[in-house]
């Protein structure tokens, strides 16, 4: 602990203090700031809260049919179960019965149709979770079914869609289709992915005495679940209080589908008068929520003999569930990401938002933008095995250039482009070429077992694609001890925010991290907050805080320049100490002669990210501030006997400007990668065909254990490039971009696979790659040998 | 009546749902919120604590399990380790300190979970060995750190052999246990709330007759199948009879003919016991659940089971395992393969259990292979699951064969056509393919969503290629396969030998 409180100190020892750097502030490999409490069980979640001794719980009825009209529910028996205190009905909802986030569509409790199974009908309150369960059971409810739509070719052939279509134009693709040297058509699908944050989605309410809701939400926005709570029980905001301390994890699914079981609890808060609390058992929420978007992607493209792309005809259609939800914003960041790295020169990209009867797909790391990825990195892979050369050269080949070829498909220039240095920088250093050598030799000898191969970049643009969502706020307070007590709008789901923004004000007041706490987001501290997204936390809700910050300081200065009679040139903040030209005195004497001189110790901080709009009508603007960039290589084996396989090793080079922290930062890329390896290798989602998903639990649906992750596993941040906007110390996001990395996965696993046919065939291999889509490209490709499935039709 | 530790805190519980989990118990009963519920299915770890129990040397044995899917009533005569037991006078425990100097905690809500499986494996292992680690943390699921972090943080905990604050309690601790173990002796202890009730049994004897007594009891042994039905299923036992303190089941006994194992001996104890004399085996129950499952579960729950998909049945029909069942006082032996019936119907009777699975050891030469293949490496059910046995005469004609399998039927059953083709064929490149055709004759899988019918079948006949060309160094001179020296082989024909 350093001696800030500690008031008598000799002034030679202050003076020595004040030569030393800070230890915990920017740039400084801080622990997260709970890392202490996680690690001994003591942090809480809400479902380790205390109960109330008149405490319900809840338990939904769910539909069990996709698609259909509700004809009638009976709850007379569930009521007549000893411990049910009431059961809810969409009728007994006193205010707006929809809580879409963007647009209607999402009723909060199914009143006359259900379109998906898993949709909630009813909620049982009772004093015990194992009664409200069983009493669930006992609600009656009939449903004729009507015709289903769970496939989303299907879909799009029917115009079934949630949202309108929407496109991004450059240049002539049709002309440049037509007059391109080669083309390749072909089809591919993408699958969804469940987020499994450990900690399922959980609310607890308590009514207020004025007849509004405290609620304490395991969500990525509290002021959406406080404006639909209002909305659902009908008081203004003001009414109603949003504490979210920590979640268990987050990923996305917490943005807007947190909402659901925060409304369902206030609602029967409000209506009972009593606390309640709704957390998800593992199998329900994974049934009741959305997830990532499945895709299928239609191309057509044109290259010339070097891999150069002429032209490119991309249709994304996503599956976007039953209702709008995030997919407007989701689907146009898959479209902002179908160049990923590359110059596009003439291409037409439409994203298709397809309605099915399933649960509403959402937000998750990425947002679209992996699905986009995807979609142009098998094309890469697609042209280098067409002229059988190495995928890593038509990569660099088309990369975006600095000085031309820099404009993207939808009218924003790539500036501050590290691709080529950052490839260059991670192809020697992991020495791909030479073990590219390797892996063809060892092919060659190895009967049955086979090595790939891929470096893959990522460009990630940064920011809320809804412009005006690039907003942060943060409340200060600095105690007549000197403990500050900090409150941003953004919301701790694991990623370290609470310590970046902390080493941010620890910075600006040159104290050390241990006087700053950073309590729970809360809605009556920082109001209007935007969701903690698209990976803009520390970008927006630093900065707020670094602003309120320096509005206290400010005034701090300005106070000491006239109490001590120094000029505010000689006024400096460091280590825990306030030098005034010669003299030196602490931090926590500075802020008790404040207090006397009345000066206000409390500040408010705003932020709005500069110089982005996008004219969605035009489809063109300056939608991202900046870039963040990412290299990756994967080594992996496959057995093509079974279609098993392993990550060998995994070389990351990430682009973060200058780290707050490198630590979290790390964290954040590793954890991001392995995520996305998931998403393309095991993770399957499977659906019966009545709708029903049928890897509703982690007996069925596998998320990455320890053993999958790389057995060499080398991560690298990119030293000396610091953001070239003016970002929050000149930093870059970092929550989104990582999980990208794992795309060179998904290519090194078809790499090991087109070595079968001496990688002149690009192996039919869809995402997920489980072990079974393994062995079918293996068996696809041994077969076909050097001739192409009708799909892939070529010409020349 | 029941009694256990909890830390160091004798705990006697006598009117407490029988159904109750100890998770349950650690959030509900004693607010001890330390322990995290993810699942409720023990798939994820998060409510991973450690058992302390008397082995048969009276020596203190530390072990991970998952709270969430363990009845109360397995506490008895144990100790209970939570999370909150760890940090001591404000000074975190190794485990906890290498978790917090090695970033090995983002969201926080699988790390008390985590930390108590590195605890469990600090206590059993002196030194970092990366495949333990990931045996110790293969069922403890985290969706944030990508894992390399606690890998780190469990290298720390490893190399740094630190006298924690339970080394110095463990004599009281073992005197404590011994009481609680001695005060209840050889007689049956109940637990009973309204109508629930449990029996924890003793003896043999006294589980056989509370089996005639009560015919419609429901038997646990590790209870982590069991435990779901409550769990996830809503069921509630009326009455369960507990099986994991009756001492015949728990004994075992080797010699160089024969293995007998105690039906309710832990998965984990079995693959200690069968790891040096079929390596396979103990291959496969590294890759089984999860240590966590492994330490709880038994291996007459995984054949009384008689899941379709359970791994142990086709490694024991392959080895042409028998079974011993008793009745009252009868004991009748019977082969494992003709145990299983159809799909979750076996041939035990009412009021009867299974006491022994009796396992030849087969004269050498022989090999023998299992195969699990599944979506994801650790922790996962098999898509299918393989056993191959085979000894050839000294002229290589096929002697003795029986292929087992998993996964491709209602029941693990042996591919008879198959081995039919085989039998007293030469062992060669050719007969292989032929017999693996027969494979549809003995099989026609289902789909699901494990693995589509023609992934299971396309598999099975490509895994007995595997198992030709693994048998390539058996040899007929009577060198032992499973012990050979030819490693360097052996070790490139798996994806788990390049994990």
């Known amino acids: 602990m350093s001696k800030l409180n500690k008031t008598v100190i000799s002034q030679k020892e202050m003076l020595a203090a004040s030569a030393q750097k800070l230890a915990t502030g920017v740039g400084k490999k801080v622990a997260h700031e709970s890392a202490a409490r996680h690690i001994t069980g003591e942090a809480i979640y809400i479902d380790d809260r205390l109960e109330y001794p008149n405490q319900l719980h809840l338990y939904p009825v769910l539909s069990d049919v996709a698609h259909g009209v509700i004809t009638h529910v009976n709850i007379e028996q569930c009521l007549k179960v000893t411990g049910v205190e009431r059961v809810i009905l969409a009728k007994d909802i006193p205010g707006d019965p929809d809580i879409g986030p963007v647009l209607p569509g999402d009723p909060l409790l199914a009143a006359d149709k259900v379109e998906y199974i898993g949709q909630v009908i009813a909620i049982v309150a009772a004093n015990s979770l194992a009664i409200a369960k069983k009493a669930a059971s006992l609600v009656q409810v009939k449903i004729t079914p009507l015709e289903a739509v769970l496939n989303v070719v299907q879909a799009h052939n029917l115009k079934h869609y949630v949202m309108d279509p929407h496109s991004h134009s450059i240049g002539d693709a049709s002309k440049a289709l037509a007059t391109a040297q080669h083309s390749i058509k072909g089809e591919l699908e993408i699958g969804g992915q469940e987020h499994f944050y450990l900690e399922t989605q959980i609310c607890s309410t308590v009514p207020t005495e004025e007849g509004g809701m405290q609620v304490y939400t395991s969500s990525q926005h509290p002021s959406e679940v406080q404006k639909l709570v209002a909305q659902v029980i009908g008081v203004a905001q003001h009414k109603v209080i949003v504490d979210m301390r920590r979640m268990g994890g987050g990923f996305g699914g917490k943005e807007t589908q947190a909402a659901q079981p925060a409304c369902l609890a206030a609602l029967t808060s409000f209506l009972t008068g009593k606390p309640c609390k709704m957390r998800l058992p593992r199998e329900l929420d994974m049934r009741m929520t959305g997830k990532r978007h499945p895709f299928v992607v239609q191309f057509e493209v044109g290259f010339d003999d070097q891999g150069l792309l002429s032209g490119l005809k991309l249709d994304l259609l996503a599956d976007c569930g039953y209702s709008p939800d995030l997919s407007g914003s989701i689907v146009d960041r898959a479209m902002f990401h179908a160049d990923n790295a590359y110059y596009l020169g003439h291409a037409d990209i439409t994203g298709y938002r397809c309605k099915t009867h399933r649960a509403s797909n959402t937000a998750y790391r990425g947002f679209g933008g992996p699905q986009g990825m995807v979609a142009i990195e098998n094309i890469m892979d697609h042209i280098a095995r067409y002229l059988k050369i190495d995928p890593l050269t038509v990569r660099k080949l088309n990369y975006y250039q600095k000085s031309h070829r820099n404009l993207t498909h939808y009218g924003q220039l790539v500036e501050g482009n590290l691709l080529d240095e950052m490839t260059a920088q991670l192809e020697e250093s992991c020495e791909y070429q030479q073990r590219r050598q390797e892996i063809v030799k060892f092919n060659q000898q190895s009967s049955f077992m086979k090595k790939g191969i891929a470096l893959t970049p990522v460009k990630f643009g940064i920011s809320f694609t809804a412009t005006f969502l690039n907003q942060g706020g943060a409340l200060i307070h600095i105690y007549t001890d000197g403990s500050i007590h900090l409150n941003h709008g953004g919301t701790e789901m694991g990623q370290g925010l609470h310590t970046k923004v902390a080493q941010i004000v620890a910075e600006e007041f040159q104290v050390d991290i241990q006087h700053i706490l950073v309590s729970a987001t809360n809605t009556d501290k920082v109001p209007n907050t935007s969701p903690t997204a698209a990976s803009s936390g520390t970008d927006i809700n630093g900065k707020a805080a670094q602003n309120a910050a320096r509005t206290i300081k400010q005034r701090l200065i300005n106070f000491a320049a006239e109490h001590y009679q120094v000029a505010i040139d000689k006024i400096s903040f460091v280590n825990n100490h306030i030098k005034l030209d010669k003299k030196v005195i602490s931090f926590v004497e500075l802020i008790q002669q404040a207090y006397f001189g009345q000066v206000s110790l409390s500040s408010t901080g705003f932020y709005k990210t500069p110089k982005i709009f996008y004219d969605r009508e035009k489809a063109s603007g300056t939608p991202f501030y900046y870039y963040s960039y990412g290299m990756s290589c994967s080594e992996v084996i496959i057995d093509t006997l079974t279609g098993e396989y392993k990550v060998l090793r995994a070389d990351i080079l990430h682009d973060v400007g200058d780290s707050l922290n490198s630590r979290l930062d790390i964290g954040q890329i590793e954890g991001g990668f392995v995520q996305g390896m998931g998403w393309m290798t095991t993770e399957e989602l499977v659906w019966s065909d009545e709708g029903k998903l049928l890897t509703s639990n982690p007996m069925s649906y596998k998320i990455p254990a320890i053993t999958d992750i790389p057995n060499d596993f080398r991560v690298k941040l990119v030293e000396n490039r610091k953001n070239p906007e003016d970002t929050v110390y000149h930093s870059k996001a970092v929550g989104e971009p990582p999980f990208m990395l794992a795309i060179s996965v998904w290519c090194a696993l078809k790499d090991a696979v087109a070595s079968l046919n001496n990688y002149n065939t690009q192996p039919r291999l869809n995402s997920p790659a489980t072990p079974e889509a393994v062995l079918w490209a293996v068996q696809d490709i041994a077969s076909s040998q050097a001739h192409l499935k009708p799909q892939e039709q070529v010409s020349t | ?499």
């Open chain 2, 1 to 499: 009546m029941i009694e256990f530790l909890l830390h160091d805190e004798k705990i006697t519980l006598d009117d407490i749902d029988p159904n109750t989990t100890v998770l349950e118990f650690l959030r509900n009963h004693r607010q001890l919120t330390g322990t995290k519920e993810g699942c409720a299915s023990g798939d994820c770890g998060a409510c991973t604590i450690c058992i302390v129990e008397l082995n048969t040397q009276n020596q203190l044995e530390y072990k991970s399990i998952n709270a969430c899917i363990t009845f109360i009533s397995a506490l008895h005569g144990k100790q209970l380790i939570s999370v909150e037991a760890l940090k001591q006078q404000n000074q975190l425990h190794s485990c906890q300190q290498a978790m917090l100097d090695s970033d090995g905690s983002q969201c926080g809500f699988c790390t008390p979970g985590i930390v108590m499986s590195l605890f469990a494996l600090q206590k059993n292992q002196a030194s970092y060995n990366r495949h333990k680690v990931q045996q110790a943390l293969a069922g403890n699921l985290c969706r944030c750190t990508g894992y390399r972090a606690i890998d780190s943080a469990a290298k720390q905990a490893l190399n740094s052999s630190v006298v924690d604050h339970f080394d110095p309690q463990e004599p009281s601790t073992r005197a404590l246990l011994l009481d609680i173990q001695q005060q209840s002796a050889h007689q049956t202890t109940q637990l009973i709330q309204d109508n629930k009730s449990c029996y924890i049994p003793k003896t043999a004897a006294d589980l056989a007759q509370l089996l005639i007594k009560h015919p419609q009891s429901t038997l646990v042994a590790g209870g982590t199948d069991l435990a779901i039905a409550v769990t996830q299923h809503g069921a509630s036992f009326n009455q369960l009879i507990a099986l994991n303190q009756v001492a015949e089941l728990l004994e075992y006994q080797k010699t160089d003919q024969q293995i007998t194992l105690g039906a309710a001996l832990s998965l984990d104890r079995c693959q200690r016991l069968m790891a040096d004399t079929f390596d396979d085996f103990s291959v496969l129950l590294d890759r089984f659940a999860s240590l966590q499952v492994r330490n709880q579960g038994t291996i007459g729950g995984n054949i009384a089971n008689a899941s379709p998909i359970g791994d142990i049945p086709p490694a024991l029909i392959a080895l042409d395992a028998q079974l011993q069942l008793q009745y009252d006082k009868t004991v009748r032996t019977m082969q494992l393969a003709d145990f299983f019936i159809d799909y979750r119907k076996t041939a035990l009777q009412t009021s009867e259990f299974i006491t022994n699975i009796i396992i030849d050891i087969p004269t050498k030469p022989f090999i023998f292979k299992i195969y699990k293949i599944s979506k994801r490496l650790d922790d996962d059910i098999s898509a299918l699951c393989a056993a191959c046995f085979v000894q050839l005469d000294a002229r290589n004609r096929v002697l003795k064969i029986r292929l087992a399998y998993g996964g491709m039927a209602a029941i693990a059953k042996r591919a008879v056509k198959t081995e039919q083709a085989l039998l007293g064929k030469i062992w060669s490149v050719e007969n292989i393919a032929f017999a693996a055709n027969c494979l549809s004759d003995d099989f026609q899988p289902l789909s699901d969503f494990r693995a589509s019918s023609e992934y299971r079948l396309t598999v099975a006949k490509n895994l007995l290629h595997k198992f030709f060309i693994e048998s390539a160094d058996y040899d007929v001179t009577g060198c032992d396969v499973t012990a050979s020296d030819n490693a360097e082989f052996a070790s490139h024909t798996r994806i788990f030998d390049y994990v």
